[in-house]
């Protein structure tokens, strides 16, 4: 029964101790509303690219017209380039993605492609590691 | 003195789990706070300070990490003495003795700690903490808005159950004597798909917890754009696949083991594990939706608090005993407590989901019908129906004594009659669905789509009339065939379009069109099986032919084509129970040849006499299976009585239900990233945002 008790007071000093360790010292994890609003927008642009893919392929096994495909992709990728626009308005320059040059519409066809190369890389077909822009 | 100790462990996990679950929920309270004041970055927040200039809200939402791990470990601790217990037979643990026996295989005394009440409690609370501790360590980093509060909601799920431990079901109770031996597993839950079907199960179960927490926690927090959709998407789709296993498995077993020939009775506990899995389905669909489209937002929220809902009702259900079923060997007191459980978070959830109305405006309308967003919304609703049929037809019995003081129940046929024709239109959606682009498709895309699988399905007609007058099965079928047309369809444009693109190898081609696509690809594997299963389904309820006989030894009987001959009773002892078998052998009725011995027996147990168990004898091909129920015998054995049926295309069901798994692991398995640029990769994007095109 002691030793019982010993056991369970050993344990508990170490359980409480651990739950209640961060409240007393320093913590890694940061939150910031900067943060969380950048993840957002890259959340709709990531989101903006794949309905361009999704519909690319839907066009190309003949699911959606050519009218519907040039209506619906000229949406798309404006709300794409805006999305972009808005990352780099509101939370600095291009950042990897070329020459502060490069117009909107280009950077998205990059950001495209580069997508689509990295899909690619598949194991059947060797595993190059896809070099960063 | 160690299952002391075991016992204190869980009322410790309770305790740091109460503390945890507070400390997460003002931990994201304040974080929220701090966010709204001016969107400053929270630890720069003066009020909020402690001397070392950490925010309140990141100690308290750390603190909520660091006791998800110490209950998840003080838990497993507990886990693990009872196995010890169950392993070394001591039976002075009350659970122990009612749940396993000395000669009980080591297999099976592994498994009894689901076989019981407080073990199964117990196993549950272990899933759900490893869970809990898988959620925290892959979102802690990527979503720190929401972990606060996905941490407190696990917790507080994890509370109940450590709360129904530590006061109601304590498995580590002792009865004040060493008995010398105990009573037994129930032999019902003696047989290999009781010990894997109720882990899937559970898995299922207790993993629909972390969808619903991510729901919770985006209410609470007002983050309600799409990132907590794209992190659950996941995290609910590896669940729905042990759902989808366990259900399948469970039909095994009832097929095994239950003898009444069939797989799915429309039980009470089935449909208590059926009821989550539509509304999961549904929530997979309609999901992707809301990714896609940005609509739906208070349908997605409202179905994975619905999920999670009915599998708390489900679990109720199976402990309160409101419901008699042949799932009942864990009926106890508990119920009460579920049932406060449930109301709590009902009425909680609803009232946030009111609460946070106006920030679940949709940022679409959906563009035209003939679009995979109308078929997916009508798939919805029809999912919707199916569940509240087969809900109300699994509480009838109860509402009726309740109104009239006259129990009336609900059988198969009503379930049937109600749910088949809507499953019937929800095959066609699964065939309309795919075909469909996002947004609209026109007229000519249509006819280009729909011309083939049409076609087959047409064709197909005339021929299904050959095997029945009856229009159902052929309706049934012809719809079978639609959908597995448009999925070859699918498959053999896409790998066409790969090959013109790209001037790959046909086989090169498929697999890069899958591995690409794992998703879309994933999900046609999945429609695939789920064909598969109704085609077994159609087959068994309208093909399936069967006779009630007693043979003497050496006499035979005929049945759709097949001889059954009664050879002889034999006996055998096993370590915990008698089997008594009967040896049948089986032959083509107009050739004589000899196909098969098949060996239909019943299990007496020695702790459970009066408790005989039915093991059929099988002999399963994919056209039919010959299923033979030995009913009893007279004397030795000179006449035995037998229940045979021959059922046909029933192997699909299980050949269906494996493609289901593996069409979600193509689903789920991860696809190739593109890589982010440098600010974009230090900002807490959802760990589980994979790239591919969304479908199915």
Same mark, same amino acid.
């Given at each position: 029964m002691w030793l019982t008790i010993a056991l369970i007071s050993v344990f508990s000093i170490a359980a409480v101790g651990y739950v209640i360790l961060p409240l007393f010292g320093r913590t890694r994890t940061v939150v910031s509303a900067e943060g969380e609003e950048l993840a957002d927008l890259i959340t709709r642009k990531e989101v903006a690219l794949e309905a361009i893919r999704e519909l690319e392929f839907d066009h190309g096994v003949g699911k959606i017209e050519d009218a519907d495909f040039e209506r619906f992709n000229r949406i798309l990728r404006l709300r794409a380039i805006r999305l972009i626009e808005r990352i780099e308005a509101e939370f600095g320059g291009p950042d990897g993605l070329?020459?502060?040059?490069?117009?909107l519409d280009e950077r998205l066809e990059l950001e495209i492609s580069r997508r689509r190369r990295v899909e690619e890389r598949l194991p059947n077909e060797g595993c190059r590691s896809f070099p960063q822009e | 003195m160690i299952f002391d100790f075991a016992y204190l462990t869980l009322v410790l996990a309770l305790i740091l789990c109460a503390f945890g679950m507070a400390a997460g929920f003002w931990g994201g309270r304040l974080g929220t706070v701090e966010a709204e004041?001016?969107?400053?970055?929270?630890?720069?927040?003066?009020?909020?300070?402690l001397p070392n200039g950490v925010s309140w809200s990141t100690r308290l939402t750390e603190s909520s990490f660091h006791s998800i791990y110490a209950v998840c470990g003080l838990v497993g601790i507990a886990a693990v003495i009872l196995w010890y217990g169950l392993l070394t037979d001591q039976f002075q643990i009350a659970y122990i003795w009612n749940s396993?026996?000395?000669?009980?295989?080591t297999f099976y005394k592994f498994a009894a700690?689901? @076989?019981?009440q407080a073990g199964s409690l117990l196993f549950w609370t272990l899933l759900l903490s490893l869970f809990s501790t898988a959620t925290a360590l892959t979102?802690?980093?990527?979503?720190r808005t929401l972990m606060p509060y996905v941490n407190g909601t696990l917790l507080a799920s994890l509370l109940f159950f450590l709360i129904l431990l530590v006061f109601?079901?304590?498995?580590?109770?002792?009865?004040?004597l060493v008995p010398s031996d105990g009573r037994g597993l129930?032999?019902?839950?003696?047989?290999y798909w009781m010990v894997i079907h109720p882990v899937m199960l559970y898995l299922g179960w207790v993993g629909l917890s972390v969808p619903f927490a991510f729901a919770v926690a985006a209410l609470l927090s007002k983050r309600l754009d799409r990132r907590w959709v794209r992190t659950v998407r996941r995290w609910t789709l590896i669940p729905w696949m042990f759902l989808s296993a366990g259900i399948i498995m469970g039909s095994q077993w009832a097929y095994m083991e239950? @003898?009444?020939?069939?797989?799915?009775?429309?039980d009470p506990v089935e449909n208590a594990s059926f009821l989550p899995w539509l509304t999961a389905t549904a929530f997979l669909h309609s999901v992707i939706i809301q990714e896609q489209r940005g609509i739906l937002k208070v349908w997605n929220v409202t179905l994975i608090w619905l999920t999670f809902t009915l599998v708390i009702l489900g679990t109720f259900t199976t402990r309160s005993g409101i419901l008699s079923s042949v799932?009942?060997?864990?009926?106890?007191?508990v119920g009460p407590y579920f049932l406060v459980f449930l109301a709590v978070t009902t009425v909680g959830f609803l009232l946030l989901l009111f609460q946070r109305l106006p920030y679940l405006?949709?940022?679409?309308?959906?563009?035209?019908?003939?679009s995979r967003e109308g078929a997916f919304l009508a798939n919805n609703w029809l999912f919707a129906g199916i569940a509240f049929v087969v809900l109300w037809g699994t509480f009838y019995p109860m509402f009726s004594e309740i109104l009239t003081g006259e129990r009336i129940s609900v059988a198969a046929p009503w379930f049937n009659r109600v749910a088949g024709p809507l499953f019937l239109l929800l095959f066609v959606l699964m065939g309309v669905g795919p075909l469909l682009g996002w947004r609209r498709t026109g007229a000519k895309a249509l006819r280009r789509q729909f011309t083939w699988p049409v076609a087959a399905a047409l064709i197909s007609i005339p021929f299904l009339l050959f095997t029945s007058r009856n229009i159902f099965p052929v309706v049934g079928f012809a719809v079978c065939i639609f959908v597995a047309a448009t999925i070859v369809q699918e498959f053999v444009r896409g790998t066409i379009a790969r090959r013109r693109s790209r001037g790959e190898p046909v086989a090169s081609a498929l697999w890069g069109l899958i591995r690409r696509n794992g998703r879309r690809y994933g999900g046609y594997v999945i429609h695939f099986g789920i064909v598969l299963i109704g085609v077994a389904i159609i087959g068994n309820e309208f093909y399936q032919s069967t006779t009630h006989v007693t043979l003497a030894e050496g006499d035979a009987v005929e049945l759709s084509g097949y001889s059954l001959k009664y050879v002889a009773l034999e006996s055998k002892q096993q370590s915990n129970h008698t089997e008594i078998r009967a040896n049948l052998q089986v032959s083509d009725?107009?050739?004589?040849?000899v196909l098969a011995n098949i060996f239909p027996r019943r299990n007496i147990y020695?702790?459970?006499?009066?408790q005989p168990t039915s093991e059929v004898g099988l002999r399963m091909t994919p056209a039919e299976d010959v299923y033979v129920i030995l009913n009893g015998w007279e004397g030795d054995g000179t006449s035995a009585t037998f229940t045979i049926y021959v059922n046909p295309l029933t192997m699909w069901m299980w050949v269906g239900g494996l493609l289901v798994v593996l069409g979600t692991v193509v689903c789920v398995w991860p696809h190739p990233q593109p890589a982010r640029s440098s600010r974009e990769a230090t900002s807490?994007?959802?760990? @589980?945002a994979a790239t591919g095109p969304a479908s199915a």
């Open positions: 070329g020459p502060d040059t490069v117009q | 004041q001016g969107a400053l970055p929270s630890e720069r927040l003066p009020s909020s300070k396993s026996e000395r000669s009980l295989p700690i689901w @076989g019981g979102f802690r980093s990527s979503q109601s079901a304590n498995p580590f109770e002792q009865i004040g129930n032999p019902l839950l003696q047989n239950l @003898g009444w020939g069939g797989y799915w009775a429309w799932h009942s060997f864990a009926q106890s007191p405006q949709g940022e679409n309308e959906i563009d035209s019908i003939s009725a107009e050739t004589g040849r020695d702790k459970s006499p009066d807490p994007i959802p760990g @589980g």
